[in-house]
């Protein structure tokens, strides 16, 4: 695992309030997914300085780790990750679409 890894993890583990280390695989395993994600509905980079990006991701963690099931769930948070997904795809700077 790698130091950058370590801290996101710490961040996740806290934002989700899991003490101990027996779900880290799982919560690293969300992290990751969360970013490829935002990547792609966005095409913001990771790592990157802002600030909504990573509500965003712990967002997602949050939600994935809270409804396991093998079945969909919806929740009002699916609106609130399209709201943020939406305003990263169009108001950072760093997400805008290639012109060439």
């Given at each position: ?11 996740a583990?806290?934002f989700?309030r ?5 779900e880290?695989d799982l919560?690293?395993?969300f992290?990751a997914?969360?970013?490829?994600y ?8 990771f790592p ?5 990006a990573?509500m965003?991701v ?5 939600h ?9 769930t ?7 990750l399209?709201?943020?997904i ?6 950072l ?8």
């Open positions: 695992m790698t130091e950058e890894e370590k801290v996101e993890l710490e961040k583990k806290k989700l899991v003490d101990g280390n027996l880290d919560i690293l395993d992290i997914s969360a970013k490829e935002i990547a792609s509905a966005t095409g913001l980079t990157n300085k802002s600030a909504r990573a965003c712990n967002a997602f963690v949050a994935w780790y809270e409804n396991r099931e093998i079945a969909g919806t929740s009002n948070l699916d609106g609130v399209t709201t943020m939406n305003q990263l795809k169009y108001t700077p760093e997400a805008a679409p290639n012109v060439e």
